[in-house]
């Protein structure tokens, strides 16, 4: 994916601050770095992976973006199959 | 909670979560630590506007570089390896001693993320798109850009088909400078104009 995909807007855009990516604990990042690396992998885009966000996000409303991210990523990872164990 | 105290740190319950997902992929062999390490430092640092500072440092030190630059923009910066869909068409306008250019879109927010990166979030807010084309000196005051009364200010609307980069002029004092060096002292505001 480009960063061209990437929402800027609303509640499923990632944290910016002027225009760069805020990750205020390195988890954060991780979880963002899993994310586009699976979807580089995977041959997707941030349009693949945005019905997720919406639904954590709408699952918890006012939780912080990396809490909704972060279980998004885990039901990304699980409906392609990928948090089966080795 | 700073680094040094890592080891005293508790580990949160999603922090855990995060590190058990990324080890599962590791241990299935689909991607490596290292991978991840790749796309994290490209979109935290690499996608910022330093693909633009470059371009710019290159014009102020090659000035056939900077002739070709103005002349077809998408095609010098491509000599860069900078571009891809949102870098097309891209016009590089050169802001002087008589003139100041500053880039908005008031149609939407084009913007060229492949030398600038991400927009930042005053750019697509209504107040900028509308009022720099009206009153772009107010604007660029109240933006902390003082333009010499006797600078013209000219305003490009980026479109689809056309997205502006500001050629600032070489800072004063820069003389002994490396192109790195240079490149150091162009931030986005300057290549949106909103900075001098």
């Known amino acids: ?11 499923v ?5 002027n225009g760069e990516l805020i990750f205020d604990a390195p988890w954060q990042g991780r979880a963002f770095g899993i994310c586009v690396a699976v979807l580089d992998r995977e041959g997707l885009g941030w349009g693949d992976f945005r019905p997720h966000l919406v639904a954590a996000i709408a ?13 998004a990523l885990d ?6 199959g990928l948090t089966t164990p080795a | 909670m700073s680094e040094d105290h890592h080891h005293l740190r508790v580990v949160s319950p999603i922090e855990a979560r995060v590190t058990a997902l990324e080890e599962l992929l590791v241990e299935k062999g689909y991607l490596s630590h290292s991978d991840i390490d790749d796309f ?7 996608l910022g506007p330093l693909n633009g500072a470059k371009v710019v440092a290159r014009a102020w030190t090659d000035p056939a570089f900077k002739e070709r630059l103005l002349a077809n923009g998408t095609a010098a910066i491509a000599e860069l390896g900078f571009g891809g869909p949102e870098g097309d068409h891209m016009i590089v306008v050169e802001s002087t001693d008589e003139v100041h250019h500053v880039v908005v879109c008031t149609l939407c927010s084009c913007y060229p993320w492949p030398v600038l990166g991400l927009p930042p979030e005053w750019y697509k807010s209504a107040p900028y798109r509308s009022r720099v084309v009206r009153e772009p000196r107010a604007v660029l005051t ?10 013209r200010i000219e305003v490009w609307d980026s479109s689809a088909e056309a997205r502006y980069l500001v050629l600032p002029p070489r800072p004063a004092g820069a003389d002994g400078f490396t192109e790195d060096d240079l490149a150091a002292l162009v931030t986005r505001d300057h290549m949106i104009g909103v900075a001098r």
């Open chain 1, 75 to 80: 039901s990304f990872l699980a409906d392609l």
């Open chain 2, 40 to 46: 994290v430092q490209r979109y935290e640092h690499d």
């Open chain 1, 1 to 11: 994916m480009s960063t061209a995909d990437l929402d800027i807007d609303g509640a």
């Open chain 1, 59 to 71: 699952a918890e409303p006012g939780a912080d973006y990396y809490g909704a991210f972060t279980a």
């Open chain 2, 142 to 151: 109240e933006m902390g850009c003082e333009v010499p009364e006797d600078v």
């Open chain 1, 13 to 17: 855009a990632p944290p910016r601050r």
